[in-house]
């Protein structure tokens, strides 16, 4: 039989060429993260090339190490009982497939998981994100402030992708900032005004520009649970008094907020009157129905891709077309739909377990905790009002994050035992 040079290559440098890619996945999977506020197209190319470039990598112990564990293994488990799902949908395989679409990234959580075991600096990662979306930030700024552009991007102040994701991911960059500013309040002063300034810059664009109203209830949450972190119960009641003279501030100041929250109620009241015309009335119709088709279907649920037919179907003849969606706006009813019960306690173990990943960061200063447990709070509170593990954007930030930050941080924890 035949032999190739490569054959004879030393083990030396087999290993050295491992190394290499090891740092080449990591190199990518920082470049996704910064192409996440950007670029739909690049982040998917990107991701690809990290799981070809990652995967050679990768050994049968350490896999099986976050695949028996529930942070790595609930992932996997949600996407194999979506793929289970497609077999009693009564539906096309096309629409099954497509059903089974958003599942297929949290299969890159345990492989984030056993990446980042290794090592791999999270911070460069959190500062991958936030130089991003400075670079966001300013841009959204300067359309608000050039109203004469011809060029307006997606929005007033929103450059690309929606005001949605905008407005969350600035969120997180401010509760991020502030949480450092806190850390560093005794030591470097100066640099924690730095970034109060800077927090306080993305909050106000979130306030002025581009205020999607999950997000304000994520904000609430995030505030209590930082204060909290500092101080306890003590911090809470502080955190609250401090973020409702900011929330009255620019609440007094922004008639763009009061807009949005008034419209808010008004089509919450439109839609108790009859007319499901508006956007909260329509989300509060999906929800009804969501509720109708688990109760048809309570413990298997419908099968994967069963959602758009379902709300075909179930559409008064002469529906305007904003009635008819594949999204039911709520993760655990698109989970529950489609899989049942058993999907939601998948759903549920998974994020659980990734809570328990980040459970320090009310009871210790470390950065890299914090952030991760803002992500995994966003993704749960913000999946009360969105699919946002299967949208793209917002399900790549939540599966980037916690594959990155939570094996960052139990790396870290390892070595400090």
């Known amino acids: 039989m035949a032999t190739s040079a490569s054959d004879f290559q030393p083990v030396g440098q087999h290993g050295d060429f491992r190394a290499r890619l090891v740092r080449v996945a990591e190199a990518l999977a920082v470049a996704a993260v910064i192409s996440l506020p950007w ?68 299969l890159a959580v345990p492989l984030l998981l056993a990446q980042f075991r290794r090592g791999g600096n999270a911070n460069w990662v959190i500062l991958g994100l936030l130089v991003s979306c400075l670079g966001l930030l300013t841009v959204s700024w300067f359309l608000v402030l050039w109203p004469g552009l011809s060029w307006r991007g997606n929005g007033l102040g929103v450059p690309v992708k929606s005001y949605i994701f905008q407005s969350e991911v600035f969120a997180l960059c401010a509760l991020g900032l502030t949480a450092k500013a806190l850390e560093l309040w005794l030591k470097r002063r100066r640099l924690a005004l730095g970034l109060i300034l800077i927090a306080a810059v993305f909050l106000a664009n979130v306030g002025y520009v581009a205020t999607a109203r999950t997000t304000l209830v994520v904000i609430v949450v995030l505030v209590l649970l930082l204060g909290w972190r500092q101080l306890g119960w003590k911090g809470a009641l502080a955190a609250s008094v401090a973020a409702g003279i900011v929330a009255g501030s620019i ?75 594949a999204n039911p706006h709520n993760q655990i009813f698109a989970v529950a739909i489609p899989l049942g019960l058993i999907g939601v306690a998948a759903l549920l173990a998974m994020w659980i377990g990734h809570l328990a990943l980040f459970r320090n960061a009310l009871f210790c200063s470390d950065f890299v905790t914090w952030c991760g447990l803002m992500v995994v709070v966003e993704n749960v509170v913000g999946g009360m009002f969105n699919s946002q593990l299967f949208d793209f954007t917002e399900g790549w930030l939540y599966v980037l994050g916690v594959g990155i930050l939570g094996r960052a941080r139990l790396a870290k924890q390892a070595q400090e035992s």
């Open 39 to 106: 670029s739909t197209t690049a982040t998917g190319v990107l991701i690809v090339i990290w799981a070809i470039t990652l995967i050679p990598t990768l050994d049968r112990p350490s896999l099986s190490r976050e695949l028996s564990s529930v942070a790595g293994g609930a992932p996997v488990l949600l996407w194999a009982l979506g793929a289970i799902g497609m077999l009693w949908a009564d539906v096309s395989w096309g629409e099954r497939i497509a059903g089974l679409s958003g599942f297929h990234k949290l």
């Open 251 to 325: 609440w007094a100041s922004s008639p763009y907020l009061r807009e949005r929250v008034a419209h808010a109620v008004t089509e919450a009241n439109m839609s108790d009157a009859g007319n499901a015309g508006t956007p909260v009335g329509l989300r509060l119709g999906f929800w009804e129905k969501s509720l109708i088709f688990v109760s048809q279907a309570p413990l298997m649920g419908h099968g994967t891709g069963s959602i758009p037919k379902l709300f075909r179907d179930a559409a008064v003849p002469g529906a305007p077309p904003g009635t008819i969606t």
